[in-house]
């Protein structure tokens, strides 16, 4: 799962945030949300993941939507992440269809990370 989080804040993900899922489905024990604030940004941040996961060992059981740009999904098995173009996130709202599934603290350095790149001071 760190994998995931440590190549899509390179590529200056922003609004990152990680489910644990594995109480309440068979589907991923955790869902990584993350934003894209552009199709392009939302497909460079979905090869970084998908390389950066390569680079670890792990290969996608799926990979759906990279060319598009607004909404893609990659399938790690036991990590499943998405990475939203903006208003595609604000339309599908998967935080609030998982409310249930509580947020994973990150480790240092991806939490500072992640936050400053939340309110754009990254």
């Known amino acids: 799962m760190l994998a995931c989080v440590a190549a899509?804040?390179?590529?200056k993900a922003y609004d990152l945030v990680v489910l644990d899922t594995s109480e309440l489905?068979?589907?991923?024990?955790?869902?990584?949300?993350c934003s894209g604030r552009s199709d392009t940004q939302v497909q460079a941040i979905a090869d970084a993941i998908d390389q950066?996961?390569?680079?670890?060992?792990?290969?996608?059981?799926?990979?759906?939507?990279?060319?598009?740009?607004?909404?893609?999904?990659?399938?790690?098995?036991?990590?499943v992440v998405h990475v939203f173009y903006?208003?595609?996130?604000?339309?599908y709202e998967l935080e609030r269809l998982w409310v249930r599934a509580p947020r994973?603290?990150?480790?240092?350095?991806?939490?500072?990370?992640?936050?400053?790149?939340?309110?754009?001071?990254?």
């Open 8 to 11: 899509a804040l390179d590529r």
């Open 52 to 79: 950066g996961c390569r680079e670890h060992g792990m290969r996608p059981l799926a990979i759906e939507g990279r060319e598009q740009g607004r909404w893609a999904l990659l399938d790690y098995d036991d990590v």
């Open 104 to 122: 994973v603290a990150l480790p240092e350095p991806y939490h500072s990370q992640a936050q400053r790149q939340k309110t754009g001071t990254d």
């Open 86 to 91: 903006t208003p595609v996130r604000e339309f």
């Open 25 to 33: 489905t068979s589907v991923a024990d955790y869902f990584v949300i």
